[in-house]
């Protein structure tokens, strides 16, 4: 399963840090982030 990717652990966890971030900062450039913590 995706060993034709032949990613690694660490890579797939940097890749979904940096997609994790990515969304964040397109969120709140939207601000949309504002309103979704203020939920919390």
């Known amino acids: 399963m995706g060993d034709s990717l032949h990613l690694s652990l660490a890579d797939?966890?940097?890749l979904t840090f940096f997609?994790?971030?990515w969304v964040l900062h397109t969120l709140a450039s939207d601000g949309k982030l504002i309103s979704r913590v203020s939920l919390t």
């Open 12 to 14: 797939l966890a940097a």
């Open 19 to 21: 997609l994790v971030i």
